[in-house]
């Protein structure tokens, strides 16, 4: 079964043994590659829309992994099961994905792993969990086809972080690998062209946007 890099990162991200939930699982894909891969891994497949769930059941009936992948039809955390220890929710937005964890803060406290890939507010998503005592161990950029994804991995834990790291990532500021560079001349674009756009009489979002773009061109030079 195919797999796009983005979902096969963050499968790759994944640790041995695991017992994963994927919150939003679509057609299963991520699932089937992380049990698959031959280290042990469990899984529930999880999403909130019966059509996803549907396909998900088929394609891995048709890889023969019930044994390994149990489907759940399911909001958010719902589907949760004692001895879950790494949850992963990929392809959402940054505030659906804080929603889904508001929903069931003492789920935090049970999992050791938490794997995202939010589309959008990761500065977001990073300072929420690193505040409900995770820190972020790893993170990857993913380019595929013309976009660019962050991936974040999260473990139990507390550091001490600046805003500066949760605006870039503490995991990427280290590793300024030329993905890096691409995605934030992205970032430094689209803000360039919001500021042009933006009404002068919407102060305060102009000055954050000059801020962020201040930082930007910082940290690139
Ligand atoms: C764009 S797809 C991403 C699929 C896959 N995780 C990926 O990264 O390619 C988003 C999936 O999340 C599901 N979803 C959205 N909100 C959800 C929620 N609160 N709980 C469970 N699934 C959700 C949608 O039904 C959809 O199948």
Redesign the pocket.
Known sequence: MKINDR?KKIGDLVDDASFCLD????HAL?SIYLVKKGKNIRVIA????LG?VLIAEKNIRREHLEDKIKVAL???LDSYSEGVDTIII???GGR?MIG?FKRNLSILKKVKTILL?PNNYQKDVKKFLCKHGFYIEDEEFVKDKKFIYQIIKFSKGKKKYWQKDYFFGPVFLKKKDMLFYEYYLRELKSREVLLELLPKNYRLKRLLIKREIHLIKRELS
């Open positions: 979902l919150v939003g699982c679509d991520l999880s999403d909130v829309a996803p399911a909001d958010g990929s392809g959402m659906n889904i890939s």
